[in-house]
């Protein structure tokens, strides 16, 4: 029986793909929405506050303090938002996306377990095409090596478990990506506010007072706050989804091995195997 096992796999980038389109023009959107509101904010506190600030200088908005670093400091921390707003959208595309009755039918396993034990390879085949996701794409590789045998069989759910696996890690691993970058560019706002305000003291010869240099400090390091502030919560997310898609994969390889448990006696080169694989608690 010969099958193009990645027909299947065909049909899924197309809707995931205009997802993923829509998903990054909203962040895209959002992101440049917010730049523009605390560039707007941050011109205003600029234009009005010197004055005021001088007169009352406990009194600084969130804003004011944000975008108290120069045009540096307004660059990283627009970053900072931008990476904000995209991982926010990546927590929300993987909640939405890792949930295992989409990614794991268990009407398909039982349909296709029943086709197989009747010899209906092509209806088997024919169903998991109709129902596309990782479990139907494993399964259909592995109808396509029927005919070669079960060692055959086997290699094929497990080369294609491993790359639906990294299929799913793929969007994963940008929320890594931020929850380690945020911190560097956070620090990187830190220390070159730092060097504007040792440079203030450089250039005024020492005669800049402690409560300038102070500001100075405070404000740089509100980009270093920033950066934790995003990583801290992009790098959990991406433990708890790292641990579902483990999950999900492993769920997946069972009920594929599971799906041909019917007819695996069958096949030539498992007859010396069980009939069901042990279940992990």
Known sequence: M?????TINEKRPKSNRARDYMGLFHVMVMGAALIGLSSFVSAQTTVSGEATTAASPGSDSIWSVIFSGGILGIL??????ALSVLAAYLVFDQAMGLRKKDLVPNDLVENVRTLLAQGKLKEADQACRERPCPLSFVIVSGIAEV????????KALEDSAAEQAARLYRKLEYLSVIGNLAPMIGLLGTVSGMILAFREVAVSSGSAGAADLASGIYSALVTTVAGLIIAIPALGAFAVFRNKIDELVSEIAYSAQHAFGAVRRRIPGAAARPAQPPRQP
């Open 147 to 154: 005919e070669y045998g079960w060692p055959a069989v086997e």
């Open 76 to 81: 990283i921390m627009s970053t900072l938002i």
């Open 2 to 6: 010969t099958t193009d096992s990645n």
